[in-house]
């Protein structure tokens, strides 16, 4: 029986992704393009684009996808001029 003051750990099954660009510049197809075959394991997609801000972000949750795979993802966005910068949650 668990006490109610012990921890519960539960393993998380989803898995967040973002990158971020100059306003104006966020290139949602080539997002898309690099998520590839994980798009069907899309939960929720969103862009936040304000007026006056310093960046577009858009951010992706993933049901699953394989560690090594977001990493792979990051490292072809990083290399995109229009990226400000790229993070994700494992």
């Known amino acids: 029986m668990l006490s109610p003051r012990e921890p519960i750990l539960v393993r998380a099954t989803t898995r967040t992704f973002g990158v971020r660009c100059p ?3 966020l290139q949602v197809i080539t997002l898309w393009k690099v998520i590839g075959e994980y798009a069907s394991h899309v939960k929720r997609c969103r862009a936040v ?3 006056g ?3 577009e972000e858009m951010s992706v949750i993933f049901t699953w996808v394989p560690d090594d795979a977001l990493v792979a993802m990051a490292s072809r966005l990083v290399a995109l001029p229009w990226v400000l910068d790229v993070w994700f949650c494992p």
């Open 23 to 25: 306003p104006g510049q």
């Open 49 to 51: 684009a304000k007026g």
């Open 53 to 55: 801000a310093t960046y």
